[in-house]
T-cell receptor, first 116, second 109 residues
Framework: DTGVSQDPRHKITKRGQNVTFRCDPI?????LYWYRQTLGQGPEFLTYFQNEAQLEKSRLLSDRFSAERPKGSFSTLEIQRTEQGDSAMYLCASSSLGWADSYEQYFGPGTRLTVT | DAKTTQPTSMDCAEGRAANLPCNHS???????VYWYRQIHSQGPQYIIHGLKNNETNEMASLIITEDRKSSTLILPHATLRDTAVYYCIVIYDGNQFYFGTGTSLTVIP
């Protein structure tokens, strides 16, 4: 257990529905990241926050995706009008300034989304 | 995006050292080398990272060549629980990690 929690762990939804995932990072970490992982592939970066500011978004993050971190603590990732191609594991990670200006990221267990 | 090259898969006998190579020939002087692993259906787990010097912690050792163009992760006494996909990542300030497909390590009894 890294101290990063995600909820729910599994979500099954029908195509066209909206879903929201939550991530609670390690409390003293100021950076929070979202990744997506499909079967047989490594995690792919989606976006990251430093405190409450969203500083970078991947081109993978289409207009149907939105992420927030309103008070610089927990974060939510919402997918609107889900498509079957959204089926994946959604991973959250957090980090803070660590050893020698490095930022090791600590990952949560992920939320597995299945769109039927 | 792809800054590292790793073998697709490797086997290692239980109790022996597992040596996982990674090539990063285009690494810049201020980029770190990170290693993570992912056991099936779990989130990636941080193992170790380094800049120039070799590093060791309770999980593994990281050997970085003098020219920094390649590195090796060493698991000194592999156990069955070390069976996982191992990712080598090169990054500067640790925000956008690029994982690639990693090396699938199988520890054989």
């Amino acid at each position: 257990d890294t101290g990063v929690s995600q909820d729910p762990r599994h979500k099954i939804t029908k195509r066209g529905q909206n879903v929201t995932f939550r991530c609670d990072p390690i409390s003293e970490h100021n950076r929070l990241y979202w990744y997506r992982q499909t079967l047989g592939q490594g995690p792919e970066f989606l976006t990251y926050f430093q405190n409450e500011a969203q500083l970078e978004k991947s081109r993978l993050l289409s207009d149907r995706f939105s992420a927030e971190r309103p008070k610089g603590s927990f974060s939510t990732l919402e997918i609107q009008r889900t498509e079957q191609g959204d089926s994946a594991m959604y991973l959250c990670a957090s980090s803070s300034l660590g050893w020698a200006d490095s930022y090791e990221q600590y990952f949560g267990p992920g939320t597995r989304l299945t769109v039927t | 995006d792809a800054k590292t090259t790793q073998p697709t898969s490797m086997d290692c006998a239980e109790g022996r050292a597992a040596n996982l190579p990674c090539n990063h020939s285009t690494i810049s002087g201020n980029e770190y080398v990170y290693w993570y692993r992912q056991i099936h259906s779990q989130g990636p787990q941080y193992i170790i990272h380094g800049l120039k010097n070799n590093e060791t912690n309770e999980m593994a050792s990281l050997i970085i060549t003098e020219d920094r163009k390649s590195s090796t992760l060493i698991l000194p006494h592999a156990t069955l629980r070390d069976t996982a996909v191992y990712y080598c990542i090169v990054i500067y300030d640790g925000n956008q990690f690029y994982f690639g497909t990693g090396t699938s390590l199988t520890v054989i009894p």
